[in-house]
């Protein structure tokens, strides 16, 4: 099948003769089940262990965007690379929820909801093509997701001298439309994680590729996650 989509073109590359047999979307389905219970266990040792925070918070981040770089570049890493990283994602998102909670008791648990709430919708809006995930659908969510990540590395780097984008971590109207805004695009993501999925299947991609597109739905969704945080807690401070 040809395609203009650059995600799918660098999927096609991949090779279905392999003797480790053929990706199958029950197998995704399984593999992104067992980073989600990875993921989570981390996260409850680390909010159970609030001593821990500080290094586990820096640690893991660090160690969770090399196992993601490493597995999303050399794919047949994928096995390794991706449970390693659900683990140390979950120690990070495990502080960090706790820091949250105690700011703001009861928005972890209705961060968490609403997290499967959308990937239950985004997955009933693909799979019955209310939105149709295109080509030019993914090239769109891929700039805007580009775009986001600049914003963010630009307030970061503010950050380190005392300033910060105007209204994006504010709780005014336009704060909350910005982070309104970002999830939108966070779900977005979640449709372009769900069309690579079932294209690779139909293109009988090599085994490890389960591997590969489970870690890139949790990627998504642990993205998700932080941002219906930041968006609650904005909320909560109105």
């Known amino acids: 099948m040809e395609t203009s989509n650059p995600l799918l073109k660098r999927d096609i590359e991949f090779s279905a003769s392999e003797s480790t047999g053929a990706m199958e979307l029950q197998g995704v389905v399984n593999k992104t ?14 909010w159970t262990n609030p001593q821990l ?15 993601c770089l490493v597995g999303t570049f050399v794919p047949r890493t994928s096995p390794i690379a991706a449970p390693a990283y659900a683990v140390l994602e979950g120690l990070a998102l495990g502080a960090l929820s706790r820091i949250f909670e105690l700011k703001y008791p009861g928005i972890v648990a209705n961060a968490m909801l609403l997290t499967f709430c959308v990937l239950g919708l985004m997955l009933f809006v693909y799979s019955t093509r209310i939105i149709r995930v295109t080509g030019r659908f993914m090239v769109g969510v891929m700039i805007a997701t580009g775009a986001v990540a600049l914003v963010y590395l630009i307030d970061i780097v503010m950050g380190m001298f005392g300033h910060s984008i105007p209204m994006l971590n504010q709780s005014g109207p336009l704060g909350i439309a910005i982070s309104l805004v970002i ?56």
């Open 183 to 238: 999830v939108g695009i966070a779900c977005a993501n979640l449709l372009v994680d769900f069309a690579v999925i079932e294209h690779n299947v139909e293109q009988r991609a090599p085994k490890y590729m389960e591997w590969y597109c489970g870690m890139a739905l949790l990627v998504t969704l642990v993205w998700l996650y932080l941002e219906l945080l930041r968006l609650l807690s904005k909320l909560q401070k109105r």
């Open 53 to 67: 925070q500080g290094p586990l918070m820096l640690l893991s981040l660090l160690g969770g965007l090399v196992a």
């Open 33 to 46: 089940g067992l980073l989600l219970l990875l993921c989570m266990g981390a996260a409850y040792f680390s």
